[in-house]
């Protein structure tokens, strides 16, 4: 019996064992005549390895902490100073059957479901709109989340940039792009580069695991592709020893990124005008990075330079085409902020193409005008007797 269960460990782990060799085979990750004993750190040359990402989990955590922390203690504060208010939200009237069908089928009922759902709770079809409208309003963030959120982004990304640009202003690569590739793979880790690269990976890894409990937006799924490939590209270019092109493509992203979160943080403290300004910096900063330096200079770098010094291998394909993914985000993306730069232009308001608007509908807007303040989200009558739906 011993024996079967033996053998019964002993498969898996060599099948484990097999999958394993066959990921870290050298010619799937490293140009041809080179292995990873050629990077193991001699002679005082210290090199990027796969297992330094490990920390990046604890880490990522650990960010989620000092997320919640600063939301606290600072965010809110800041709130308060730049007088962030709430919008008053009609609250939906208690009805077992209309939330039933809302947390079990859909938010968003057809005029079927509406007109059935009428009849089973005893409501008007109006009124089951009205419910619905209100009780979506309900699960948006509130106006005090989205700014704390906003405020942590802008807090990383602008202290990120500025770190990524010490880290790498003073490298002649940062001049002369062919000095990315001088000498690859046998470059040298330095520890800036190493703490940058940690802390970045940290982060996408806390707003992955953040992702379900942040605000939503209309591109979610493509917020989640983002991560998911940010954090690829991140660990390949590690352990890859693509750190030097690595470096360049992070600090390009915080450069236009800390700029949109504070737009959005005056957007929500309702400076208008701030708002505009700085969005119309980020638009010229984002097309200008994303679309013109990363495809035209950054990616022909990762393209085209290495085929100099080295036939193509998996690994070279695979990079690039992450980086593809990547740009084709950035497309989408300056799609929505080109529409709402042309907001801007022609005097519309402008706001997040990618944020849910809140419903309204004017006769409830009439009713809380007509009938004074709100009693726990429902306007009181001047008789005061409560108004019902």
């Known amino acids: 019996?011993?024996?079967l269960q033996r053998a019964g460990w002993i498969v898996p782990r060599k099948m484990f064992q097999t999958l394993y060799n066959y990921f870290w085979w050298d010619r799937l990750w490293l140009p041809v005549n080179l292995t990873w004993s050629d990077l193991e750190d001699q002679d005082g040359r210290v090199y990027a390895k796969a297992s330094d990402l490990y920390i990046t989990i604890p880490l990522a955590f650990l960010f989620l902490v000092v997320r919640h922390l600063f939301e606290i203690y600072v965010a809110t504060p800041l709130a308060g100073l730049l007088n962030v208010k709430e919008k008053i939200r009609l609250k939906a009237t208690p009805n077992p059957v209309l939330e039933k069908f809302y947390a079990s089928s859909s938010k968003h009922p057809k005029q079927s479901d509406i007109e059935?759902?009428?009849?089973?709770?005893?409501?008007?079809?109006?009124?089951v709109e009205r419910w619905f409208r209100r009780r979506r309003n309900q699960d948006r963030p509130s106006l005090l989340k989205k700014f704390r959120e906003a405020s942590w982004r802008f807090t990383f990304y602008l202290i990120a940039f500025i770190a990524g640009m010490a880290v790498i202003v003073d490298k002649p690569w940062f001049y002369d792009l062919k000095e990315v590739w001088k000498g690859y793979p046998i470059q040298t880790t330095l520890p800036s580069q190493y703490w940058y690269y940690m802390i970045e990976l940290s982060f996408y890894w806390s707003?992955?695991?953040?992702?379900?409990?942040d605000v939503k937006r209309k591109d979610f799924k493509e917020q989640i592709i983002h991560h998911v490939a940010t954090i690829i590209l991140i660990s390949f270019s590690w352990f890859a020893n693509y750190i030097r092109a690595g470096t360049l493509i992070m600090a390009l992203h915080d450069s236009a990124d800390y700029l949109l979160e504070s737009a959005k943080m005056f957007n929500y403290a309702g400076w208008k005008n701030?708002?505009?300004?700085?969005f119309i910096v980020f638009a010229a900063i984002f097309i200008v990075t994303r679309l013109i330096i990363l495809p035209f200079w950054i990616m022909h770098c990762t393209v085209v330079y290495p085929l100099d010094l080295y036939p193509p291998f998996f690994g070279y394909y695979f990079f690039n085409f992450m980086m593809v993914v990547l740009q084709s985000l950035h497309i989408f993306w300056a799609y929505l902020i080109i529409r709402m730069a042309h907001k801007f232009i022609t005097g519309k308001v402008v706001?997040?193409?990618?944020?849910?608007?809140?419903?309204?509908?004017?006769?409830?807007?009439?009713?809380?005008?007509?009938?004074g303040p709100l009693s726990n989200g429902h306007p009181v009558l001047n008789n005061n007797h409560r108004k019902t739906d």
Do not use: H
């Open 1 to 3: 019996m011993r024996e």
């Open 116 to 127: 059935m759902l009428s009849k089973k709770s005893g409501c008007m079809v109006r009124q």
């Open 207 to 213: 707003l992955l695991f953040s992702i379900a409990s």
């Open 274 to 278: 701030t708002c505009n300004n700085i």
């Open 351 to 371: 706001e997040d193409e990618r944020s849910d608007r809140e419903e309204t509908d004017n006769t409830e807007e009439e009713e809380v005008t007509k009938n």
